[in-house]
């Protein structure tokens, strides 16, 4: 299974790294857009809407979405940063607010119980994590800065794994998963701060403005957030009743719990680049 | 840097005024009796917490939202209300009591804002006098006959002894149709005059609106000349050979009269080199220099000479006690009003929405002001608990102002509101509140 599951990974970085060093922006995230399409076909299912049509429905219209966002706002081959902007601020914002919805899972549950209201958190979630990525693809050294975003969230991924499965005692939160452990979430973060060291030893001197500091305050938030991402996914399989969102990727379950992490994570990693004066 | 810096200071600001806030709730509520379960400063999990000697729990929590006070409530179950505590619950509370628990979070906002505006007081303000410097041709101040020298002593019938007492006048004109009545001391004689500077839908669709310049109005500002007043060792001037007192009057061949002037003339010019005619000790001398360019901006490491302001236009207010604690209260009251004012007139479309601000412009407003000075950024932190303590009490369900509506009808019907339109107009407010703060914060990146 661990095999299976490194195979995938290795050949999902490859295709990503080919794709996002070969291609120019725009068509990057019309890729994205399509990868996150697949992911919209899963998270119909979290919903609670079954029937194939009316996933496949769904999933267009995410396509759709992504499309009138790349013919309306695209310049010169990237979508307009200045547009994209303050919709990072609003994605990082409803992340904050839905922190407090896994949280208290199951108490306030009751307020987006509703299919239409889960969909509309999926074209959220799937829709704000593609804009991130899109505006991350667009900025100077552009593949650079998503293959960094890309290894961190890996890396998370990868480090709270492993601590996780080995050391893992306390649950992290019981109510919505019961496999995530604190150790393993120090374990993600003690891997993302050795990340965000190394960037800060390689980081070249135009960048010298980016204060050490501020490198590990955003290691910190985007592996929170992608923690986040995890669980909330974690929360609405629990809620609509299935263990695995799909069975796209050998190894991986769903292509969902592959993209959880990334949509968490990406509109803080977009937004602190903002805020740190990068873009 | 300035980063870290601001998210602090948004931390200590909106910090200070959650847990005013809140303890407003908590110490009404215990006042009252109510056995109060937690304090919380923030929500979700706690990163840190205590128990007080009345058995409530204190709480700072992971997700920085706000704040909650939770009491025993028979409507909740996470203690269970039974014959022996009813008593001490919320909900067994006669509406009188209900109604002061609830009031009490945007009353202690408005007490922090009396208090820090007191003090503020007590200690004496200073300001420039709002002198008329300059009228722009064709601004409707030029129109309206305001010229050069006069002082502007009231805006609408308000006194207004300095420049941002002007400002903060007009600031509540923004959106109107109609005339603002400026009145107007001579130097040349006490005889007020009144002038009237017609407006419509009043800089209505601008998102950092600036009613001084917008009436064509240069006020208290003093002109700054272009005389060199200090140099930087390995800047471009200082190569060229500048020195520290020369004035200069031409910079490629273009007339140079007042400071601001030149700041534009060299920032225009980055990797451009031009010819500058100084005036140094009584004679005129040419220097050659060319702008280093950084971020495609032209500097030349100069700096200026800042023109002390005379005495007699500084005015300094200084008052009593009781003078100072009556003009605290008027100024919270007007504040209030004018906060209320300006998001009537945003629901109705008089003024652009652009203007709400959500917690990314308090981080970067409380920073700057933390720089210029404690006192500043405590003025800073009375003006946000006006507004915090006026937001939360507009009527909508989920704020302190929507609890109380529904405390007030259960007041007048006798019975509390039926539980099921609570919990769905407490879902609508959930909404509204939401989709306030997600446009108030792409306001804020989006003027990044």
């Known amino acids: ?279 | 840097m300035q980063i870290l810096f601001s998210i602090l200071m948004a931390l200590v600001t909106l910090g200070v005024l959650v847990t005013i806030h809140e303890y407003g709730h908590y110490w009404v509520a215990r006042r009252c009796g109510v056995r109060v379960l937690r304090f919380a400063i923030g929500f979700g999990r706690p990163l840190a917490n205590w128990r007080g000697k009345d058995g409530t729990e204190f709480a700072l929590c992971a997700i920085p939202l706000g704040g909650y006070v939770k009491m025993l409530d028979e409507r909740d179950n996470e203690v269970a209300v039974t014959d022996v505590n009813r008593s001490e619950s919320f909900s067994a509370q006669p509406v009188r009591n209900k109604l002061a628990i609830v009031a009490a979070g945007p009353a202690a906002n408005f007490l922090l804002a009396i208090i820090v505006l007191f003090g503020l007081f007590l200690r004496g303000e200073t300001g420039l006098a709002p002198v008329v410097e300059g009228v722009t041709e064709g601004s409707a101040a030029q129109r309206s006959g305001l010229s050069v020298g006069q002082e502007i002593i009231a805006v609408d019938g308000e006194s207004t002894k300095t420049v941002s007492a002007v400002r903060f006048q007009l600031l509540k004109r923004l959106g109107d149709t109609g005339e603002i009545e400026v009145s107007v001391g001579s130097v040349l004689s006490d005889i007020n005059q009144q002038y009237s500077l017609p407006i419509t839908n009043w800089l209505g669709a601008e998102e950092a609106p600036d009613p001084v310049g917008a009436l064509g109005l240069t006020l208290g500002v003093l002109p700054v000349k272009p005389e060199v007043g200090s140099l930087s060792e390995d800047g471009a001037a200082s190569r060229a050979g500048f020195q520290v007192g020369d004035m200069i009057i031409q910079a490629g061949g273009e007339r140079i009269e007042q400071w601001a002037q030149w700041v534009d003339f060299v920032r225009a010019r980055p990797d451009q080199r031009f010819d500058v005619l100084v005036s140094r000790a009584g004679s005129q001398v040419v220097l050659s220099v060319m702008p280093e360019n950084r971020d495609s901006i032209g500097t030349v490491g100069m700096g200026v000479v800042v023109p002390e302001i005379p005495e007699s236009r500084i005015r300094r207010q200084s008052r009593g006690p009781l003078e100072a604690l009556t003009a605290a209260v008027e100024r919270t009251y007007s504040l209030t009003v004018f906060t209320f004012e300006s998001m009537w007139k945003m629901v109705q479309g008089l003024i652009s929405t652009k203007n709400l601000s959500g917690p990314i412009s308090i981080a970067q407003i409380a920073a700057s002001t933390a720089e210029s000075g404690f006192t500043t950024w405590l003025s800073f932190l009375a003006l946000l608990s006006i507004s915090l303590g006026a937001i939360n009490l507009l009527p909508i369900p989920v704020l302190d102002g929507g609890h109380i509506v529904f405390h007030a009808l259960e007041g007048i019907l006798g019975r509390p509101v039926p539980e099921q339109i609570q919990v769905m107009s407490f879902q609508v407010g959930l909404v509204a509140v939401f989709t306030l703060m997600m446009f108030a914060i792409y306001n804020d990146v989006a003027r990044l």
């Not at chain 1, 999933?59 to 990237?78: E, K, P, R, S």
């Not at chain 1, 303050?86 to 994605?91: D, E, I, Q, Y």
């Not at chain 1, 891997?191 to 965000?196: Q, S, T």
């Not at chain 1, 909330?232 to 991986?252: N, V």
């Open chain 1, 1 to 279: 299974m661990l095999v299976k599951r490194i195979y995938t990974a290795l050949i999902m970085l490859a295709v990503f790294l080919v794709a996002v060093t070969q291609l120019p922006p725009l068509m990057m995230s019309a890729l994205v857009a399509v990868v996150f399409a697949a992911g919209a076909w899963e998270w119909a299912g979290l919903a609670g809407w079954d029937a194939r049509w009316v996933r496949t429905v769904f999933a267009l219209v995410f396509v759709g979405m992504c499309a009138g966002v790349i013919l309306t706002y695209h310049q010169d081959l990237i979508l307009s940063s200045t547009a994209i902007r303050p919709v990072l601020g609003v994605a990082c914002f409803a992340w904050l607010a839905n922190a407090l919805l896994v949280d208290s899972y199951p108490k306030l549950s009751f307020l987006w119980r509703a299919s239409v209201t889960r969909a509309l958190i999926g074209l959220f979630v799937l829709g704000g994590g593609w804009l991130s990525l899109s505006y991350m693809v667009g900025l100077p050294n552009g593949w650079v800065l998503t293959t960094l975003f890309i290894v961190v969230v890996a890396a998370s991924d990868v480090g709270a794994y492993f601590v996780g499965s080995t050391l893992g005692r306390n649950p992290l939160a019981p109510d919505v998963s019961p496999k995530k452990t604190i150790e393993g979430f120090w374990g993600g973060l003690l891997v993302v701060l050795g990340l965000a060291a190394t960037v800060w030893w390689l980081l070249p001197p135009e960048y010298a403005h980016i204060h050490p500091v501020e490198i590990f305050l955003i290691g910190i938030f985007c592996c929170g957030a992608s923690v986040l991402g995890d669980l909330t996914i974690s929360m609405f399989k629990r809620e609509s009743g299935c263990k695995d969102s799909g069975t796209l990727l050998p190894g991986h379950g769903g292509l969902l719990d592959r993209l959880d992490s990334i949509c968490g994570a990406a509109p803080f990693f977009a937004l602190s680049l903002v805020l740190v004066g990068y873009a």
